[in-house]
């Protein structure tokens, strides 16, 4: 089965919809959460992942908008967004992100927003956490997204330490033996210094992953957020990859 992954696409559907066209047919399509808050297009968004059955946990921008996370933990910009978002979405989007559970597990791979321990909040950004955390999932691989930041966690086998890479773009790449937490990046705002969306292709019979970018018109979703007049800084960033 070929599995397209994406993860905190923010409401940027001009993103989402680039990356969709891009990875052309796919059987499933698995979303790592926060598919709304920062961007223009929430509704729209969570339309376009119901069109294709795809597989979604929530993420703290989701719990945000549903009143379920403090937007206290959010910097000022994100809980303006935040809130804008919670306004537009409709009571079918609101009911849709309601229904998600916070992790799943599909063949070998658990799906989870930050992390398996702490599925809505915790950030996995270095190997000593990533190491911890796989005595929380019981599957070969844990997909997360919350960093936007692409990366391949690896324990070998009788290994002790976590290794950590960046996914090579383009390639698949053959998943060993030993355990893995990968992270596809940010669809809707990437913060690795490359503002194209990031996302996963998965081959679940083979074993592969393959990292893919994909160039999405940038200033057409900065357009929607100052007609939205959403935070500036927020728009700003796109085009940093940051
Ligand atoms: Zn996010």
Redesign the pocket.
Known sequence: MRVLVV??V?SNLVALEAVLAAVGDVDAVWSL??VV??GPRPNACIDRLRERDAISIP???DWGVLGKADLGMFNPDARQANLWNRAQLRPSARAYLEGLEETRVEGAFTLAHGSPRAPIWEYLLYSDTARENLQHFETKVCLV??T?IPAIFYLPPDADRCTLDQPPEGEPFPLEEGRYILNPG?VG?PRDGDPRAACLLIDTEALTVEQRRVAYDIEETQRAMRLAELPYRLSARLEMGW
């Open positions: 993860s905190d923010h959460g926060d808050g920062y993420g703290n921008h997204g919350h936007h940010s705002q």
